[in-house]
């Protein structure tokens, strides 16, 4: 058996006992990452107690340096898309892809540089791409459950139920991933963060317009006083019929959507597919110098990106 492949069987092996140890670790320590990240949230809200007996110069510093903190961004999107992995653990998975599969890519490429870079590029974006795959899939969930999740507070507030007692009948009622958000929101409430900042978590962690609407008729409830119920009332006939809409919206443009996808991934597909079975047909590109190939690849992928850019925005379309 020849070394090349011999190396090309351990990497897989090494790639597929990474993956199943991953995937063990995530299941087995679920709960326990829940609370930690409770308690990060818990924190946060210490010190934003903190913050407001500080000067103005020096809550305007915080607020810069909290958005320029990569670390603070890959844990919110992580808490989006309800994965349960540490930021450290992230980028762990990250160094994982990029290495493994650069290194796979490397033995199926001919022991040649670029073959690692390709598959290195593609194992650094995968994670990424995972993450914000779950998000958009879990954001839109919720906004098909809120519209429930309203009727069954009004309904608890015109029983008597107080606003917390209404939210912690959500979350026993109602399915995940809704049940989970307000079963955070109500343990941050028994532990002494108010409603308003709890609330302000709730939308951090799930990004939805719909949910802000929401919140915002709460808030202006409980500071100027009325009727919540009939409020939410309103508010739920509103948000389902955006709801509605934008699902027929979806449908209606996931063709244009998904022949966008498709047509701007069949040359990139291409193109590495014919580079790690015919590597020479590839090379002849660069056969007039290196600077024209650069300038065709760029021009290929600048047409490639405007024409995804393009149809993406017509099928955007706002409600």
């Given at each position: 058996?020849?070394?090349?492949?011999?190396?090309?069987?351990?990497?897989?092996?090494?790639?597929?006992?990474?993956?199943?140890?991953?995937?063990?670790?995530?299941?087995?320590?679920?709960?326990?990452?829940?609370?930690?990240?409770?308690?990060?949230?818990?924190?946060?809200?210490?010190?934003?107690?903190?913050?407001?007996?500080?000067?103005?110069?020096?809550?305007?510093?915080?607020?810069?340096?909290?958005?320029?903190?990569?670390?603070?961004?890959?844990?919110?999107?992580?808490?989006?898309?309800?994965?349960?992995?540490?930021?450290?653990?992230?980028?762990?998975?990250?160094?994982?892809?990029?290495?493994?599969?650069?290194?796979?890519?490397?033995?199926?490429?001919?022991?040649?540089?670029?073959?690692?870079?390709?598959?290195?590029v593609v194992g650094f974006f995968l994670p990424r791409f995972y993450v914000k795959r779950q998000q958009r899939r879990r954001l839109v969930r919720f906004n098909e459950q809120l519209p429930?999740?309203?009727?069954?507070?009004?309904?608890?507030?015109?029983?008597?139920?107080?606003?917390?007692?209404?939210?912690?009948?959500?979350?026993?009622?109602?399915?995940?991933?809704?049940?989970?958000?307000?079963?955070?929101?109500?343990?941050?409430?028994?532990?002494?963060?108010?409603?308003?900042?709890?609330?302000?978590?709730?939308?951090?962690?799930?990004?939805?317009?719909?949910?802000?609407?929401?919140?915002?008729?709460?808030?202006?409830?409980?500071?100027?006083?009325?009727?919540?119920?009939?409020?939410?009332?309103?508010?739920?006939?509103?948000?389902?019929?955006?709801?509605?809409?934008?699902?027929?919206?979806?449908?209606?443009?996931?063709?244009?959507?998904?022949?966008?996808?498709?047509?701007?991934?069949?040359?990139?597909?291409?193109?590495?597919?014919?580079?790690?079975?015919?590597?020479?047909?590839?090379?002849?590109?660069?056969?007039?110098?290196?600077?024209?190939?650069?300038?065709?690849?760029?021009?290929?992928?600048?047409?490639?990106?405007?024409?995804?850019?393009?149809?993406?925005?017509?099928?955007?379309?706002?409600?």
């Open positions: 058996m020849s070394m090349p492949l011999i190396l090309l069987i351990a990497g897989v092996v090494l790639i597929v006992i990474l993956i199943i140890v991953g995937i063990v670790v995530t299941t087995s320590s679920e709960s326990a990452l829940v609370e930690k990240r409770l308690g990060r949230f818990l924190e946060e809200g210490k010190e934003e107690e903190k913050k407001e007996k500080t000067s103005y110069v020096t809550d305007w510093v915080s607020k810069r340096v909290e958005k320029t903190s990569f670390g603070d961004r890959v844990a919110r999107d992580l808490a989006r898309a309800d994965i349960k992995l540490k930021v450290a653990e992230y980028f762990a998975l990250i160094v994982i892809a990029t290495l493994g599969l650069g290194f796979l890519t490397y033995l199926i490429g001919g022991l040649h540089p670029v073959s690692f870079i390709i598959g290195a429930d999740m309203i009727n069954l507070m009004v309904n608890g507030l015109r029983a008597g139920y107080s606003t917390m007692q209404a939210m912690e009948a959500v979350s026993k009622e109602l399915p995940p991933p809704i049940s989970d958000e307000f079963r955070r929101v109500v343990q941050e409430m028994q532990l002494g963060i108010p409603m308003e900042r709890a609330l302000d978590h709730l939308l951090r962690r799930i990004p939805s317009d719909d949910l802000d609407f929401m919140i915002t008729a709460i808030n202006v409830q409980r500071e100027v006083g009325g009727n919540l119920a009939e409020i939410l009332d309103t508010i739920s006939y509103t948000i389902r019929e955006r709801v509605r809409i934008k699902g027929e919206i979806r449908v209606l443009t996931a063709q244009v959507r998904t022949s966008g996808t498709i047509l701007s991934l069949i040359p990139i597909f291409l193109v590495l597919f014919i580079w790690f079975i015919d590597r020479e047909y590839i090379e002849s590109i660069f056969s007039k110098g290196v600077v024209v190939g650069v300038c065709i690849l760029g021009a290929a992928a600048i047409l490639i990106g405007l024409g995804y850019f393009v149809m993406m925005k017509i099928a955007d379309i706002e409600v």
